[in-house]
């Protein structure tokens, strides 16, 4: 306790100058964020609680039409034509379109075939994922400027907790403005940004003015900005609730707001206090800046079904690469392989194995990839694959507890050679090296 004292009084000392604006010479901004954070979380009992989950601040920022945007920035000629970025062949879907695509009924997994019908004249581009993850990269460093308690839910969307900073900042709607406003001086993209006491409120206020929006929702304005909106943007609700909503004539989440919690019962079970709660605009769930991936994958619908056993490796080692690469870079290990199978009849099956430990090399998982597909493939030897995909589930930290780390599978002579290929892949871009097998596909496909 005289411990927890002791933080409070250095809090006060600390927070001093930076609640008047006087500039910090002898401690970091982000120094006294995390202190501040700390110092909330330590000294808190229940009922403290919930008057700190009343308090807290929260901010949701989604860039506009991301990858769209980061191409329009790069190609500025494009800027004012529609744009659509996804998968050019065949089987191709629309990963987004900008705000002028989408002006012709354009959306995000629709089919290319079909985008091409309504909207002939956009500009069609391939996506550049490692262009968007540098900007990504930038656009989380902002994040990490206001607060440390930063929950990324894609590379470019994340929720904010700035209950510990708003003094520093002068109060959320500062926060959001200069949010809004540093992550367009170091990208030249747009944002929305939603601010609220709570996720479910603060999402929904970064959806309301799109694009480059701005939109607080105060603790008093809870009914008035959520009523009119319709059930379906309630998360959970989707084309199978909504119906038997609708037949109750609960069609508006002031409806549901306002209608008896035992009503809710048939069509949601006991789910029908957590959809009540959520009208009334009430969601306690906290900013979790320590949620680790639960798994990581990558599939590929092929343009024409392939059924040569030696291309369709060539496509899993590629996989395994990036994902072992996606794996390191979050300095995770995975336990558990899992490949994905879609033949051209569209049955899809999943196989699945543990390993006896842990690992991240490229090597080990598509060994492991590898011998799920030739189980399969013995018994469909003639059948062909529209997709094939991998991925891993069972991640840990690197260094948790010394788990992961202690019970690795990799040789130490795998893990330099993954380290090599990592830097080389890091300085030139995309997967300029690529292991001899896997060339097998990239040369089909250029
Ligand atoms: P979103 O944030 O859902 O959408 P967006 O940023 O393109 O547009 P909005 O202004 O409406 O928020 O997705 C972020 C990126 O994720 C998007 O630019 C492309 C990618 N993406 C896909 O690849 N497939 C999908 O189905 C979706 C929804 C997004």
Redesign the pocket.
């Given at each position: 306790m005289v411990q927890v004292q002791a933080l409070v009084e250095d809090r006060k000392l600390l927070s001093y100058p930076c609640a008047t604006g006087f500039g910090i010479s002898w401690c970091s901004h982000t120094d006294i964020m995390k202190l501040n954070h700390a110092v909330g979380k330590s000294i808190m009992n229940a009922g403290q609680k919930t008057a700190q989950i009343a308090a807290r601040k929260i901010v949701h920022v989604?860039?506009?039409?991301?990858?769209?945007?980061v191409e329009c920035l790069d190609q500025p000629e494009l800027k004012d034509q529609p744009v659509i970025?996804?998968g050019l062949g065949p089987r191709g879907?629309?990963?987004?379109?900008n705000?002028a695509a989408r002006v012709f009924g354009i959306h995000?997994?629709m089919p290319m075939s079909r985008a091409r019908r309504l909207c002939p004249q956009a500009q069609y581009i391939r996506?550049r994922m490692s262009r968007y993850q540098e900007i990504s990269a930038r656009i989380f460093s902002v994040f990490r400027d206001f607060t440390p308690t930063v929950e990324g839910l894609?590379?470019?969307?994340a929720f904010l907790d700035v209950t510990s900073s708003l003094k520093l900042f002068g109060g959320i709607e500062e926060i959001g403005l200069q949010v809004k406003q540093e992550i367009f001086n170091r990208t030249g993209l747009t944002a929305?940004v939603g601010m609220a006491h709570n996720k479910f409120l603060a999402k929904l206020a970064s959806?309301a003015h799109?694009?480059n929006g701005l939109v607080y929702v105060r603790p008093g304005e809870v009914f008035r900005f959520l009523d009119p909106m319709p059930v379906s943007r309630l998360w959970g609700i989707g084309k199978r609730t909504a119906p038997k909503l609708t037949a109750l004539g609960i069609l508006t989440i002031g409806q549901l707001r306002r209608c008896d919690v035992s009503l809710l019962r048939p069509v949601f079970g006991n789910r029908a206090d957590h959809f009540h709660l959520l009208s009334r605009g009430e969601d306690d769930r906290e900013v979790q800046s320590w949620r680790p991936d639960k798994s990581i994958s990558h599939e590929v619908t092929f343009d024409t079904d392939l059924m040569d056993r030696g291309e369709l490796l060539a496509e899993l080692l590629r996989q395994s690469e990036k994902v072992s690469r996606r794996l390191r870079a979050r300095e995770l290990m995975a336990r558990t392989v899992v490949v994905k199978i879609r033949d051209a009849g569209f049955r899809t099956v999943t196989r699945s194995r543990s390993m006896r430990a842990y690992s991240n090399s490229t090597r080990t998982l598509y060994r492991m990839s590898r011998a799920l597909f030739e189980s399969w493939r013995d018994q469909h030897r003639t059948t062909p694959v529209r997709l094939i995909g991998m991925g891993v589930t069972g991640l840990e930290h690197e260094n948790s507890d010394g788990k992961a780390a202690g019970d690795r599978l990799d040789s130490s002579t795998e893990r330099s050679l993954d380290q090599v290929l990592d830097r080389i892949n890091q300085r030139y871009g995309d997967a300029k090296i690529f292991h001899g097998l896997a060339l097998r596909r990239n040369k089909k496909e250029r």
């Open positions: 989604d860039m506009d039409a991301f990858y769209a945007s970025v996804g879907v629309v990963a987004t379109a705000y995000s997994a996506p894609s590379l470019d969307e929305s959806d799109k694009p």
